[in-house]
């Protein structure tokens, strides 16, 4: 994959500096709509950990702008994954979530494939010499792996996964992230747009305003935010008392992952809609026993109500966006300098299909 040039900012500097994306790309359905084809449905998507899905049967199936898929672990041990859709009428095979099965069944007309997507049987469809059973399984999506974590791509042409993760893998080589244990998945809806939520996530500038808890346990002066390839990556010196590893990573387009000294937790983005999001975050440990019980739990709930406090703010500055009056904002070349490079990769994706911010400037 190609690095973007983050010298050339020709699309979003102008005489006055710097700025961020147009209040209409945040709610526009027309601009929603090509994200879900130039970006969700050709990058490499987060799905959870290989563990969720230790059995043959195992599946875990999900969505992300509109596209249900599901991952399920073959009778020969391998991972497959299928778009979560019946070849005969679309109908949604299995619901969201985890379960297991021995075969696939769909429900509205009962036709059932075997773990590996073949069609076995059609149930009452009648005679007909043209039908073929072979030619009607279901469609497969790429599955694989890293350090124990499971993505997925519809786009058969996409790069490797390893590829795609950019500086991830140097970045957390150190960090024995396969060992951790997976405790806990936790989800949250909002209302506002999937970008709201990751301008919120790549930045720390909104710290001490927003998260008074988390802002007296780091050195918010010390507060750093880089980035690499397809990586943005926050550090900050920790205090006496903090949960936290001071480490925290998110990853184009979607996904998160922060590493604290026992653990660590990853988190999936999910446009629901072009003003709907849901937080998918799984939480890992490297002790499970009865006495880490107690930390581990005030681990996942510290971090669960810091994502309830970002909640308030991306709702409501998502309503100012869709009012009209917001056009868009300058941003920090101190605190924002992750959103910069969100906006800058959302932007490529975008000229992809000729679509320039200028024209969504009212």
Not at 89 to 107: I, N
Not at 296 to 317: K, P, Y
């Amino acid at each position: 994959m190609s690095e973007i040039d983050l010298q050339d900012k020709k699309a979003n500097v102008s005489a006055r500096g710097v700025h961020g994306l147009p209040a209409r790309w945040y709610w526009e359905r027309d601009i929603y709509q090509a994200e879900r084809r130039q970006i969700f449905a050709r990058e490499w998507q987060l799905v959870g950990p290989a563990s969720d899905l230790p059995n043959p049967g195992d599946y875990t199936a999900a969505e992300v702008a509109g596209y249900r898929f599901f991952v399920i672990r073959d009778r020969d041990g391998s991972l497959r994954g299928f778009h979560n859709v019946c070849p005969h009428r679309a109908s949604q095979l299995l619901d969201d979530g985890h379960g297991h099965c021995g075969v696939l069944r769909c429900r509205y007309h009962g036709w059932v494939f075997d773990t590996a997507g073949n069609l076995k049987r059609a149930p009452d469809f009648g005679e007909a010499d043209w039908f073929r059973k072979e030619d009607h399984g279901l469609m497969p999506i790429r599955v694989e792996t890293w350090r124990g974590l499971m993505f997925a791509n519809f786009d058969a042409g996409a790069p490797p996964l390893v590829d795609s993760l950019g500086s991830l893998p140097e970045t957390v080589k150190d960090y024995p992230i396969e060992t951790f244990t997976k405790v806990r998945q936790a989800e949250f809806e909002m209302h506002c747009n999937w970008k709201n939520y990751t301008d919120n996530f790549v930045e720390g500038y909104h710290i001490p305003g927003i998260h008074p808890s988390f802002h007296a346990l780091i050195d918010f002066s010390k507060f750093e935010t880089t980035h690499g390839d397809a990586l943005v990556i926050m550090t900050a010196p920790q205090k006496g008392g903090s949960i936290y590893g001071g480490l925290w990573l998110w990853g184009w387009p979607n996904f998160t992952l922060s590493v604290y000294p026992g653990g660590m937790n990853c988190s999936r983005i999910v446009p629901v809609a072009e003003n709907r999001t849901r937080l998918v975050y799984s939480f890992f440990f490297r002790d499970i026993s009865a006495s880490a019980q107690e930390l581990n739990e005030r681990t996942i709930e510290t971090n669960c109500d810091i994502v309830r406090e970002d909640f308030g703010i991306c709702e409501r500055s998502q309503a100012n966006l869709e009012a009209g009056i917001f056009q868009r904002g300058p941003l920090s070349p101190k605190h924002e300098v992750g959103v910069l490079y969100f906006h800058d990769r959302v932007r490529q994706a975008m000229a992809r299909e000729g679509i320039v911010e200028g024209d969504w400037m009212r």
